[in-house]
């Protein structure tokens, strides 16, 4: 029970601290600097909290290859002005914030890990509850320390006095009882390991992650499939292996439901499917359409405006209803886009109409242009020289050498899959792509990785890079991060 206005921790010197921890009777200061290093590295995260940071013993472990930003907390300002002086390396990175955890943590902002070492047991299981649910983490890992003499909790030594009033605030740590709290909390343990001190007592690390309730998403072509335009037998076991043990997981694509059947029928999703770069949800199962975006009716009179003005290109596609339909522009322009027309030919949804008037009889979804590099270039610029472009089309308009989208507003990969998100309840978004039309998922997702023959503007915003299609990246990836939080 609190006897005092101020926390305990508020006017207790940082020498006394570390020179208490650090002596060769105690050893935590360096016990702790040991194990907060594996703290550091074991979980693929970009964020992550120190509470009770100190004076920052363990921060010179953190890599700013690995971490966008690491919050230092404490109640100590002195404390805080230590940590920023003794780790100028760290700056950019090293985000420090005065807070009472007990009476203060709306003050916390979200991190991908918190690392709580010998702090609960001044704070309780309650307040760290409520740290955990203000900050939402998907790892948690705690130090605590398991005394032998419960009457002796802090070790004798020449700094005691410091400490008189801790007692204050000081709760005695039972392993199964943050367990417990934890588990309440919608976390499962992960790992337990110990090290012993020279006084007999002992440090005990708990680490927690959040029981799964996250969406993966992967793209098809570049990123799922491999360049023989197939998923790898390893791949689609992997996946239906994990999808049995609950797995999450479905896949965007800019292919038709028809084209991306055949490819990917072979994985037993349970998810909808998104399409046509996010204009179709459909059954992977049965091919079936369960949601459709189209453009608007100002959208689609721009578009009958714009199409017959522009240049001579390979031609020009859509789909209106359950049908994809295409038609080819007059001239000698589609030496070179013969495997494109091979592919739309493939389509079972496609057929072909002899002029622009036909192909827009009814309102259409996306429009592809597919044309030779030379065309295509100008072509794109010219298309956003339109009035009215950028207030009628979606602004992350898919484009490469050869080919362009034009997409409604409402139409995107990252719109369906956050609707999806919500309507299902899952909490974190973890995505796959290789290309510019994945792009708009890797800004909305919690996690965003490119696999390594992805196009450089994808890496530049992912929050990293995994192996190549190849060899089955996000298979791999996918067991290797689902096995951690089963």
């Known amino acids: ?48 909290m120190v509470l009770g940071v100190a004076g920052g013993n363990g921060l010179e472990h953190v890599r700013t290859d690995k971490y966008q930003t690491v919050y230092g907390i404490d109640i100590n300002e002195d404390y805080l002005k230590a940590t920023k002086e003794r780790y100028p390396g760290l700056s950019g990175t090293l985000e420090c914030i005065k807070a009472d955890l007990i009476n203060e943590p709306d003050k916390l902002p979200h991190s991908n890990l918190v690392i709580a070492n010998l702090l609960i047991e001044y704070i309780g299981y309650d307040a760290f509850r409520k740290v955990i ?44 009882e943050l367990t417990k709290a934890m588990t309440d909390e919608g976390y499962s343990l992960l790992l337990q390991s110990r090290e012993m001190l020279p006084n007999g007592k002992a440090l005990l690390r708990l680490d927690y992650c959040a029981d799964d309730r996250t969406l993966y998403v992967s793209d098809l072509d570049g990123t799922l499939m491999r360049n023989n335009e197939k998923l790898s037998s390893h791949t689609v076991d992997t996946i239906n292996a994990l999808l049995g043990k609950g797995l999450a997981f479905t896949y965007a694509t800019a292919r038709s439901i028809e084209s991306a059947r055949p490819i990917a029928g072979g994985l037993y999703l349970k998810l909808p499917v998104i399409t046509r770069n996010g204009a179709v949800l459909a059954d992977n199962m049965t091919g079936r359409h369960l949601q459709k975006s189209v453009f608007t009716v100002e ?14 290109y390979g031609f020009v596609s859509c789909f209106i209803g359950d049908n994809m339909i295409r038609t080819y522009m007059p001239g000698e322009h589609s030496e070179g886009l013969q495997g494109y027309i091979d592919y739309y030919a493939d389509d079972p949804s496609m ?27 100008p072509l794109y610029e010219r298309i956003r020289e339109y009035k009215g472009w950028e207030s009628l089309f979606q602004k ?54 490119a696999v390594s023959n992805a196009m450089d503007e994808l890496k530049a915003i992912a929050t990293g890079v995994i192996g190549s299609n190849e060899d089955d990246s996000v298979a791999e990836f996918i067991k290797e991060r689902f096995a951690l939080t089963r």
């Open 351 to 377: 057929r072909k109409v002899d002029s622009l008037e036909e192909m827009f009889t009814g309102i259409p979804g996306y429009v592809t242009m597919i044309g030779i590099k030379e065309d295509i270039a």
């Open 1 to 48: 029970m609190r006897m005092n206005m101020n926390n305990p921790w508020e006017e207790i010197r940082l020498d006394d601290y570390e020179n208490h921890m650090k002596l060769d009777s105690v050893m935590q200061l360096q016990t702790m600097n040991s194990m907060m290093k594996e703290q550091f590295e074991a979980y693929p995260v970009n964020t992550a």
């Open 396 to 449: 992350d308009t898919y484009r490469d050498e050869y080919w362009i989208e034009i997409c409604p507003q409402n139409c995107t990969k990252a719109k369906t899959i956050l609707k999806l998100k919500e309507q299902l309840g899952y909490k974190r978004l973890v995505v796959f792509g290789d290309s510019l039309n994945d792009i708009s998922m890797f800004r909305i997702a919690d996690e965003s990785y």
């Open 133 to 176: 649910q203000k900050v939402s983490p998907e790892y948690v890992s705690c130090i605590i320390q398991i005394n032998t003499d419960e009457s002796q909790w802090v070790s004798d030594s020449p700094y005691l006095h410091a400490f008189d009033r801790l007692d204050e605030v000081h709760c005695q740590m039972e392993e199964h």
């Open 299 to 312: 959208e689609t009179v721009l578009l009958r405006t714009m199409l017959p003005e522009l240049p001579k």
